[in-house]
C-alpha cells in the first residue's frame, strides 16, 4: 500500500467540479499497470486492464470532496461562496481556508493557492442555522479589485487541511470521503493485474458523485461492465453521538465494511464473504433500508442493470475537516477486493434464486 500516493490525493484539492488537478495524479499512478487509460467527457479517469475479456468488472471510487465555489467578490475584498455537496457551513467559521483559483495562460492550466480564513462575527456565532451564502473567506484583500487579482468566480475553497497520524494506525484529514476510496480500487487493481487476474478490470476515479452522480453514470453507461464494485466510506459508530442502532456497529480497525440492501447483490455479497474467510479478513455489516446514497446506486440503475457491492471504509466524523480513518482497514479492503477480482469468472452467476 503506498501511503505516500493517498496522502498526495487527499493533500491535493479536487472540490466536486474541479476535480482535474486530483485526476492528474490517478493517471500518473495507473500508468504503471493499465493497459489502457480512459478519460471521459465528464472527468472520470478510467484504468482499464485485459480490455479483450468478456467479463468486465467496474471498479468505483469517487475522487470529489465536498467544498465550496466562489461564487462572488464583494467591495471590501470578501469572498462569498456556493456549497459544493454536503458540508456544514458551521465547521468552517474560523478555520483554515485555501481557495485554489484556476485560470489558462498560454494554452496552459495554472493553479494557485490562496490562503484564507472562514469569518468570525457574534452574529454569525449566534445564528442558528447557517447557510453556504453567510460564509464570507476572508483572503487578507482590502477590495474588489486586490481580491481579483488573485480569485476568480468558480474557483474551489475548502478547509486547509494536512494528515496526521494518529493513535492505533488512525489518521486524519479532510476528504477521506471518498479519495480512500479512489485509492483502494486503484491499489486493488494493480494488485490483481499484478497477481495475474485475466478478467477485465476498470478502475475509475469517479468525479461528481458528492453533487450530480454524472461519473458513476457516465463509466457505467459506456463500459457495460459485468458488474461492479463501489467503494466508499460509512459512518463508524464507535465515536461520541453515533447509535450503532441506526445502521450497525461499525469500528476503526474493524475491516471492510459489507452493505446488506436490497441494492446490492447478495451473490456478490457472498463471494467477498468467501474471500474474506479464506484471507483471515474480519467483516462488519451495515444495513440500508433503501437506497445507499452511494456511486452504487447510480450503477445500479444504469442501462439495462448492473449488479453491484458496496464495499464501505470506516470513517468518523463524515463531511467535516476532521475526518478519520485506519490504515489497516484501507489495506484489508484492498486485499479483499483484489482477491475478488481473481475469483470473479464469466460462469458466476448473479441470480440470487439459484
Not at 117 to 142: F, N, Q, R, Y
Not at 194 to 205: F, L, R, S
Not at 213 to 239: K, L
Request: charged letters at 25%; a negative charge.
Amino acid at each position: 500500500m503506498n501511503k505516500e500516493f493517498l496522502k498526495k490525493l487527499l493533500e491535493t484539492v479536487s472540490v466536486s467540479g474541479n476535480e482535474e488537478p486530483n485526476q492528474e495524479n490517478a493517471l500518473a499512478f495507473s500508468d504503471g499497470f493499465a493497459e489502457a487509460q480512459i478519460v471521459d467527457p465528464v472527468g472520470s479517469v478510467i484504468a482499464a486492464c485485459n480490455l479483450e475479456s468478456p467479463v468486465r468488472v467496474l471498479l468505483q471510487g469517487h475522487m470529489d470532496e465536498i467544498g465550496f465555489r466562489v461564487t462572488y467578490i464583494s467591495g471590501d475584498g470578501m469572498i462569498h461562496v456556493q456549497r459544493a455537496g454536503g458540508v456544514r457551513p458551521r465547521l468552517y467559521i474560523g478555520a483554515p481556508m485555501q481557495i485554489i483559483h484556476e485560470e489558462i495562460r498560454d494554452g496552459e492550466t495554472i493553479r494557485t493557492k490562496v490562503n484564507g480564513v472562514g469569518v468570525v462575527s457574534s452574529d454569525l456565532i449566534k445564528k442558528t442555522d447557517i447557510e453556504d451564502t453567510d460564509l464570507l473567506i476572508d483572503i487578507g484583500a482590502a477590495s474588489k479589485e486586490e481580491a481579483e487579482k488573485l480569485v476568480s468566480v468558480g474557483d474551489s475553497v475548502c478547509a486547509d487541511t494536512c494528515v496526521r497520524e494518529l493513535l492505533n494506525d488512525n489518521f486524519t484529514c479532510r476528504a477521506l470521503d471518498d479519495k480512500t476510496g479512489a485509492f483502494v480500487i486503484l491499489e486493488a487493481a494493480k494488485k490483481a493485474v499484478e497477481a495475474g487476474a485475466d478478467i477485465g478490470i476498470y478502475a475509475n476515479t469517479v468525479v461528481g458523485e458528492e453533487t450530480t452522480g454524472r461519473g458513476a453514470y457516465f463509466a457505467a453507461a459506456n463500459i457495460e461492465p459485468t458488474c461492479a464494485i463501489v467503494v466508499d466510506v460509512t459512518w463508524a459508530s464507535d465515536c461520541p453521538g453515533t447509535d450503532p442502532a441506526s445502521s450497525g456497529y461499525i469500528k476503526l480497525g474493524g475491516g471492510p465494511v459489507l452493505c446488506k440492501s436490497g441494492m446490492v447483490n447478495k451473490k456478490m455479497n457472498r463471494l467477498l464473504e468467501a474471500c474474506a474467510k479464506d484471507l483471515e479478513i474480519p467483516i462488519q455489516y451495515e444495513v440500508a433500508g433503501g437506497r445507499t446514497y452511494t456511486d452504487g446506486d447510480t450503477t445500479l440503475m444504469t442501462g439495462r442493470g448492473v449488479p453491484m457491492a458496496l464495499v464501505s471504509i470506516p470513517l468518523r466524523y463524515m463531511h467535516s475537516s476532521v475526518e478519520v480513518g485506519n490504515w489497516k482497514d484501507l489495506q484489508m479492503c484492498i486485499d479483499l477486493i483484489s482477491e475478488f477480482l481473481l475469483r470473479m469468472d464469466e460462469d458466476f452467476d448473479f441470480d440470487p434464486l439459484s
